[in-house]
């Protein structure tokens, strides 16, 4: 969240956006819980990063970048470009690049039940990557059943075979495979999110889960903060 920033998020749902006239007053005070955390807390400090970063580009799939594809498809277009920013400069850099997506059974989650039953929009084509992403031979995919890359998954192993140190993060949905993604990250590595990278349908989710990953995860930067960093590597 940008303070002083009173503009509708231009991405998810118009339906699932702030009321115009509550928006001024909830990032107020969520810049306000920032300061209080910072001050008395000690929370909130930057993590920074670190020697040996990777990228990781969660769900940017046609199910969730299609807005024609409901319900979960909606408008990210400005996810999607912020995210092809970093991905440039990440391949410039030479660093490790993932990207997550679920397999073509994910009407069959397994475990428990979830409240998000209907996967009947998953399939095999609403599941490929975004075209714009225009991924490269040499850039891994995860296939993820669950909230978090991590779950399930042999991310883990891979990033630490590689000596990551950082892994920065793009892409949806804030409140759920994004912050799942960081919270499980922030235990190995140091989390650094792009900021205009992700997003989700709702705003107010949006909203609140990027502060709490702000508070107590890891940082949330400009993206041409670390499109900066990232150009330093070369």
């Given at each position: 969240m940008t303070e002083g920033r009173?503009?509708?998020?231009?991405?998810?749902?118009?339906?699932?956006?702030?009321?115009?006239e509550l928006r001024p007053a909830l990032r107020q005070h969520m810049a306000d819980l920032r300061k209080r955390y910072s001050s008395a807390l000690k929370w909130g400090d930057r993590v920074g990063f670190g020697e040996r970063p990777a990228l990781i580009v969660i769900d940017l799939a046609l199910a969730w970048t299609d807005p024609n594809r409901l319900p979960f498809g909606t408008n990210v277009d400005s996810i999607v470009e912020a995210t092809v920013r970093l991905l440039d400069a990440a391949r410039s850099a030479g660093i490790p690049i993932f990207f997550t997506t679920s397999p073509n059974d994910a009407a069959a989650l397994p475990g428990r039940p979830t409240k998000t039953q209907?996967?009947?929009a998953f399939n095999e084509q609403s599941l490929q990557l975004d075209p714009r992403l225009d991924?490269?031979?040499?850039?891994?995919?995860?296939y993820k059943y669950y909230a978090s890359s991590f779950k399930g998954t042999n991310l883990s192993e891979m990033l630490c075979?590689?000596?990551?140190?950082?892994?920065?993060?793009?892409?949806?949905?804030?409140?759920h495979c994004v912050y799942a993604t960081c919270r499980d990250a922030a235990g190995s590595f140091r989390v650094v999110v792009g900021r205009?990278?992700?997003?989700e349908r709702c705003e107010l989710f949006h909203e609140v889960n990027l502060l709490?990953?702000?508070i107590d995860i890891g940082d949330v930067l400009p993206v041409d903060e670390i499109v900066a960093y990232l150009a330093g590597l070369k």
């Open positions: 009173n503009d509708p998020s231009p991405f998810g749902s118009r339906d699932l956006r702030l009321p115009d209907d996967k009947s991924r490269r031979d040499d850039e891994k995919i995860v075979a590689l000596n990551v140190d950082t892994l920065i993060v793009t892409g949806v949905s804030t409140s205009e990278a992700v997003g709490d990953i702000e």
